[in-house]
Every structure is written in C-alpha cells, then in structure tokens.
C-alpha cells in the first residue's frame, strides 16, 4: 500500500505562485507514476499534470501547460507541482495520486489541499 499526504495550498492572488508537495510512504518502490487532480466545486475532477516515477516523463492538459510544472524528488518519495501566475479558474481542491501500474487507473489518492486564488 501507499499512503500519500499533499502539503502546501492556500490563498494567493491571480498572478501569484504556489508549489504544491506529495509525500509518499509505504510501498514506494511499486510506484510506476503519479499525478495531480483538481476538482473545484460542482465540476468534475480534472486531470493536471502526471510525471512517471524512475524516468520523469511528463504530460500537462493545454489548461496547465506552460504555467504549471510537475517535478518529483526519489530519493524524498515526494512530487511537486509549481504553479506560476494563478488565476481565479485555479481554485479547487488540489490531489496527488499514484499508480502501480503504467496501463492502469491510479490507485492510491491524497486527501486534497485547497487551492484559493483570489483578490
């Protein structure tokens, strides 16, 4: 199993920068990728940014790329999301997740961090 904690969200202004964090326990070593969600209220949950484990291969939706940016550290068991010039359309809730397998669904899921970007 895997156990996985986000850290670092809350209230910044539009054009502000947050870095988001994911801590990772457990059975670290069965991880093949892991990746950002968002999900803000009443709307489904987005996909954000996703990063494979050993070979840092990252893919962004056109929502994310440029301004977003998915980093992970091994030997911390941890995975970064930097976020540049914040807009309100930003906010939601913030998950980290992590997969054992390449072809398959997530598996292991955080508990959120909130994200709040207002004036």
């Known amino acids: 199993q895997v156990q996985l904690v986000e850290s670092g969200g809350g209230l910044v202004q539009p054009g502000g920068s947050l870095r988001l964090s994911c801590a990772a326990s457990?059975?670290?070593?069965?991880?093949?990728?892991m990746g950002w969600f968002r999900q803000a209220p009443g709307k489904e949950r987005e996909f954000v940014a996703r990063?494979?484990?050993?070979?840092?291969?990252?893919i962004y939706p056109g929502s994310a790329k440029g301004r977003f940016t998915i980093s992970r550290d091994n030997a911390k068991n941890t995975v970064y999301l930097q976020m540049n010039n914040l807009k309100p359309e930003d906010t939601a809730v913030y998950y980290c997740?992590?997969?054992?397998?390449?072809?398959?669904?997530?598996?292991?899921w955080g508990q959120g961090t909130q994200v709040t970007v207002s004036s």
């Open positions: 990063i494979t484990w050993s070979g840092g291969v990252t």
């Open positions: 457990g059975r670290t070593g069965s991880i093949y990728r």
């Open positions: 997740a992590a997969a054992e397998l390449s072809s398959g669904e997530y598996d292991y």
